[in-house]
């Protein structure tokens, strides 16, 4: 299927990509034999936050892309499977760690498994905001776009922003901060403060089976529910409209090491508060009362 924002995408680049269902190694498998010697890559986020309809991709020759996010941790032994079924059909295994790379363990998600990809991509995190990114993997693969070779080379680096080494030297900066601090450990244990404290506000008052906490502590996000327990941007307005209204910014609960427990304390105490509101409406079955103004919409939709 055509997934959001894929406007102008032509039909011949989406048909190159097939999609693989995240922890299901049997369907993979049958999808590779399928494709028996077409497929370049299986490239997938190891792990993610969002539990419904987990998906990956599996890349045909030649395109690229993102994949879905998938939910949770993997399944024991479901990375290492993968691992086995590229290995058997030749194709390179990727790991996209823009999200895993910092938040899973000081070395990633595949760190934290004991999988090691064939190639894997990290994000701004890699520079704690500054504009850098990284692909790693094995040097075979890599010396593709190194001049080692007397094969046409593969495209792997642009230097538009080459003399930028400030981005770099973050990069470096925080990859020390994290290995001497142990900031992912400070990440899951101010999570795991975090989504506590809310489902406690939330069952206190209610809500528990409607305001839901999801993923790993140190990547948390949160569902908001109405009254027949469907996903509503209504409620989620009400919801978020009360945290601001109590000082909170948080479209998500993805914490930082910037947080401390007061700040943890403080968001708990304003989502009971938003918790208060947010019963009051389900008792009403009408959140529009509260909203003040147009739903908020999901930033990947397929129309404007």
Known sequence: GTTPMSAGVPAATTELTVAFPYGDLAATEELLTRYQDEVACLILEPATHTAPSPSSQLLPQPSAGRCPQSGGDPTPGYLAGLRELADRHGCVLIFDEMITGFRWSEAGAQGLYGVVPDLST??????????VSALAGRRDLMERGGLRHSGERVFLLSTTHGAETHSLA???????TYAEEAITAQLHALGERLAAGVREAAAAMGVGDHLVIRGRASNLVFATLDENRQPSQQYRTLFLRRLLAGGVLAPSFVVSSALGDADIDHTVDVVAQACAVYRKALEAADPTPWLAGRPVKPVFRRLA
């Not at 990290?122 to 504009?131: C, E, Q, S």
């Not at 973050?170 to 020390?176: D, L, N, P």
């Open 122 to 131: 990290f994000g701004k995190a890699l520079g704690n905001g500054f504009a």
């Open 170 to 176: 973050a990069a470096m900066a925080v990859q020390t």
